[in-house]
């Protein structure tokens, strides 16, 4: 009887171990920026931010448009950029630069939004390996882009929480907002779930 106890009180703390440590890897943060860099060109640089893989290359490359940096916040009017990408080479339907971020596994992509103007058609956009603006442009088709809403839907102080379960264990993201708009965002987070 003391055995089976024994044994039985073994394999409760073992599945209490193995439950918390499940727990604790559920929401593994993959990036978090809070947009501290002094200014735009330090922002965009390998300084302020690497690639996992390789110390000369900038977390954040330009894709299109002026976006800014400064006093702590990204500023994106007709502009985008990526995120985890290993160059800036245009996507196709068939291929991508390649990226540092594993979205192998569901994921979520989170970012205070403290400012949206300009034309309330116009649209925020988030891509996963795409760096272009045509959906299409990319091996995942039009599920690369995981969100598109537009601004008159999208209010200052609000949180913006993107789910994903596209992409690969080599990604990286692309944020944009479409010409005569502009949001102004902080605290980007990218983490499993």
Known sequence: M???FGLLVGAMLISLFVGS???AN???VILSEDFSAKDTETFFSAAYKA???DASKPMYMITGGTPVVENGVL???NGRFSIGALDVTPTTAGSTPGG???LSKPYKISFKVLDVKGNPSKKLQVYVDNNTTGMANSPHGGASRLYSMELSSIKAGSTVEIQGSVGTANSFIQLRVESEGTVVIDDLVIESI
């Open 26 to 28: 559920a929401n593994a």
């Open 21 to 23: 440590v499940m727990v």
């Open 2 to 4: 003391r055995k089976k």
């Open 100 to 102: 540092t971020l594993d």
């Open 51 to 53: 690639l996992p893989t």
């Open 75 to 77: 500023t994106l009017s």
